[in-house]
Structure formats: C-alpha cells, structure tokens
C-alpha cells in the first residue's frame, strides 16, 4: 500500500488554514474591537498586544495558498477564478491594516485617527470577504471538464454575505477573550463586559448558519443526517453547546485564560463541521482530493520541503509567543 500523498496535503493545508483562522482570527478581531474603545492609551495597548507577532500569524495564509497551488493545482485555478474578486478585496483589507499598523505609531496626533480608520476597515473588510469566500466555498462551484464556467459575481449571495458577517462576530469574540487573557484594568473589564453578548451573537449566527447549510445544499444534509455520518457530526453541537455554556460561566467568573481558550474551542468545532460537510471534496460540490491532485512526483517533492519547513514555523510561533507572554500595561509594556 503506498503513501496516499492527496490525503497528507489535504491535512497539511487544513492545518495551514487553521492555524491561520486561530492566530490572524483575534489580530483582525482587535481591529473589529477598535470602535468600542475611546482612549488613544487603551487602543495602544490593544494594538502592543499583537504588534510583536501579527505579521508572522499570516505565514500560515501563504502556506496554505502555496499548498493548495502546488498540491491541488485545479482546485487552486477554479477556486481563485470563482473568488478571485473577494479575495483581492480581503487582501486590500490587510494591506491597508498592515500599513495602518505600522503608521499608526509614527503619526502626529491631528493625523492617528485617519490611520484608525484604515486599521478598522481594513480589519473588517479582511475579515467579511474571507467570510464571503467560506460560504461561497461551501455553496460549490461550476464547473464543467476541468474549468470553472460560473459568473465572477456569483459569490454574492446571501449565503456567503451572512457567512461574512458570521466570521465578523466570530473574530470579534477571539479578540475580545484574547484582550481579556493579555489585558488588565478598565480595558480588561470592558472586553469582560463586551465578551458575553459577542457570545450570543456568535452562538445565533452559528445555529442560523447550522440551519440554513442543510435546507440549501441537499447534498450537504444527505451527508450530515445519513449513517454512519450522523454519529461523527451528532457530538459537534452538543460540545458547541457545552463550550458556549463554559464560556459564559467563565467571562462571568472574569477568568482570563479560559475565555479564549474555550473560544478557540468553538473556533475549531466550527471548522471540524465544515470538514465533515466538504470531505473528501476540494471542489465542491463533486471534485475529491485525488481528482483535483497534482501528480505524485510534484507532491513528493514539495512535501520533503514542507517537511522541513513547518517544524521551523513551528518553532519560531511558539518561540515568539512564549517570548512576548504575560500581560500588556499603558506604561510598562510586556511584564
């Protein structure tokens, strides 16, 4: 029985991409969070919190767009023919974050709140468009042969337009439990305060969106409520359930490490459901992992690279995280 190297590079991205979601999730969450914080000292803070790791956290974007080029090469051309305009929008959101980012700190007073903004829509529009991309993603694509024959709108339907506002409250409650674990003070109270109707919020849009999946996309209900699927996704609610409820107790005990760890809880049930809608297929509706795969030469030879590399990215993550651990003061910085 030889490798089945499809299955490894399916795995390797889906780990790319969540990597990504979990560490880029509550960077662009604290942009979302601006607009509910007044003080020029507290939104510095806010910012110092992720200023020493926010670029490194998009590493996992590019291997996993790398990943899919090289592994899946037609899945990589139909998928960014079908999004090609969200995905340039949501990359014009980080670029103007990035930059807003970096300007912030170096512009005179009269001038910051322009760079405000920018850090605010860019946050936004990155995090709605990749959220539009996600329900687009789920609804398929059309395609005939090997070529994708759909329009260049027809992502822009409701479907994915509430898929993108979802992903807004749902990198909202990342950032708001990571400023609960890395903050103190007023500004921690605040986020305290903030974190439980975000809950709500985030728990509706998933019920609404649990709800909508399978009365849109037959084939995804024949999936979820077909055996011996139905086992796999039945525990999928009930510990979305049971975290949520965790949740809620700990933002009211104002715990600090809880709520963010039980957040990225939800985060990944989230995204193990979206995995047992779409398994085995890369293209949906109907284009599998081996159909859509490049040839075995060219994904042994990337995969002794990716190899090699992941365990440094790796490596220099945890390495950067456990360096700049611990809590972000106005006037002490990191302690």
């Known amino acids: 029985m030889g490798i089945d190297l499809p299955l490894i590079w399916a795995v390797i991205i889906a780990f790319g991409v969540m990597m990504y979601v979990v560490m880029d999730g509550f960077d662009l ?15 510095d803070v806010m910012m110092n919190t992720v200023a020493p790791v926010w670029d490194g956290n998009e590493t996992w974007l590019v291997l996993g767009g790398a990943g899919l080029f090289g592994a899946f090469p037609l899945a990589y051309s139909v998928v960014l023919h079908a999004l090609y305009l969200p995905l340039i929008l949501m990359l014009l959101g980080l670029i103007f974050r990035g930059v807003a980012f970096e300007f912030r700190f170096k512009a005179k007073a009269q001038r910051k709140h322009l760079w405000d903004k920018a850090f605010i829509g860019g946050s936004l529009a990155a995090t709605f468009f990749q959220g539009v991309a996600l329900g687009a993603y789920i609804e398929g694509f059309a395609v ?9 709108l027809d992502w822009l339907t409701p479907f994915p337009v509430f898929c993108g506002l979802a992903l807004i409250a ?16 007023r500004l921690q109270r605040q986020m305290h305060d903030l974190a439980r109707p975000l809950v709500f919020v985030l728990l509706a849009a998933t019920g609404i969106v649990s709800l909508w999946t399978p009365l849109a996309h037959p084939a995804i209900a024949e999936r979820w409520f077909s055996l011996p699927n139905l086992f796999w996704f039945m525990p999928v609610p009930l510990l ?8 809620l107790r700990a933002v009211a005990d104002n ?12 985060i990944f049930l989230g995204y193990s459901g979206l995995g047992i809608s779409l398994w ?16 075995p030469q060219s994904q042994g030879f990337m995969l002794v690279g990716a190899l090699l590399i ?8 945890a390495w950067s995280y456990y360096v700049f651990r611990g809590k972000v003061t106005q006037h002490d910085g990191y302690h």
């Open 240 to 247: 979305v359930l049971l975290c949520t409820w965790a949740l």
């Open 144 to 152: 005939e042969g090997r070529r994708f024959v759909g329009g260049s």
């Open 170 to 185: 749902a990198y909202a409650l990342l950032g708001c439990t990571w400023l609960i674990m890395k903050t103190d003070g």
């Open 29 to 43: 969450g604290i942009g979302i969070l601006f607009p509910f914080v007044r003080d020029e000292g507290e939104r």
């Open 255 to 266: 715990r600090n490490y809880s709520p963010f760890l039980l957040t990225l809880a939800l």
């Open 280 to 295: 085995p297929n890369v293209i949906p509706p109907s284009i599998s992992i081996w159909e859509a795969a490049a040839p």
């Open 310 to 317: 992941i365990p440094f990215i790796l490596m220099y993550t």
